[in-house]
């Protein structure tokens, strides 16, 4: 087995968790494909995963995967009445959830946006890593850009191969659809994309949604 392809044991979520730290790439599996981590505060690593993508760093803002709601006090400047209504309902889930940036989210995360994309994930493994992280990681697709998403370890590795710091394995991920993104930084709110939560879901919690 590669050196950089790993089972996720708890041995090797806490070298994860110290290769984040470093500003190192970890790739892991979600509750649909594997995705790509690096800590959202550190514009090198960010400009890392952009560049491993092959991505341009404008193109799009950078999803960010959380452990807890206290997490948000740090990567967001306010909460709607409309995002507390989907949080309340949705999270943890696979919803995501467009908000104002704070002030020290890198530009490269919200592509000078002002905006972040951010997930509470129901993913128990994905659960694990964020705690031995001990904070906020990128979540964006363990691929090239414009690839097919990963759904195995070993999909990432055939992809990125050894780009990647560390590669944990966690057998193979579901897939199907990726999480629906909501931005609620508008009223009313907008659906950027329909996803594994319902259009008609997101309209019995806030009520409209705009055209």
Excluded: H
Excluded at 37 to 43: A, I, N, R, S
Excluded at 132 to 139: E, H, I, K, W, Y
Excluded at 166 to 177: A, D, Q, Y
Excluded at 181 to 209: E, N, Y
């Amino acid at each position: 087995m590669s050196s950089n392809l790993q089972p996720m044991t708890d041995a090797v979520v806490t070298r994860a968790a110290n290769v984040v730290r470093a500003g190192g790439v970890i790739a892991f599996p979600t509750e649909t494909f594997y995705g790509l981590g690096v800590t959202p505060f550190d514009p090198a690593a960010v400009f890392r995963l952009f560049q491993l993508k092959g991505r341009s760093p404008a193109s799009s803002p950078i999803l960010v995967l959380i452990r807890d709601r206290t997490e948000l006090e740090s990567l967001v400047s306010e909460i709607s009445p409309s995002a507390e209504l989907l949080m309340n309902a949705c999270w943890p889930g696979p919803l995501t959830i467009v908000f104002r940036a704070s002030a020290i989210v890198p530009r490269l995360v919200t592509a000078d946006t002002g905006t972040i994309g951010i997930r509470l994930s129901a993913a128990a493994p994905l659960r694990r890593l964020l705690e031995a992280v001990d904070g906020p990681l990128t979540g964006t697709s363990a691929n090239r850009s414009g690839a097919v998403p990963a759904t195995t370890a070993e999909d990432v590795q055939a992809f990125l191969g050894v780009e990647v710091d560390l590669i944990l394995n966690g057998g193979r991920t579901p897939g199907g659809l990726p999480s629906t993104v909501v931005d609620t930084t508008v009223q009313p709110v907008r659906l950027i994309r329909q996803g594994a939560l319902p259009r008609s879901a997101v309209l019995s919690i806030i009520g409209t949604l705009a055209a």
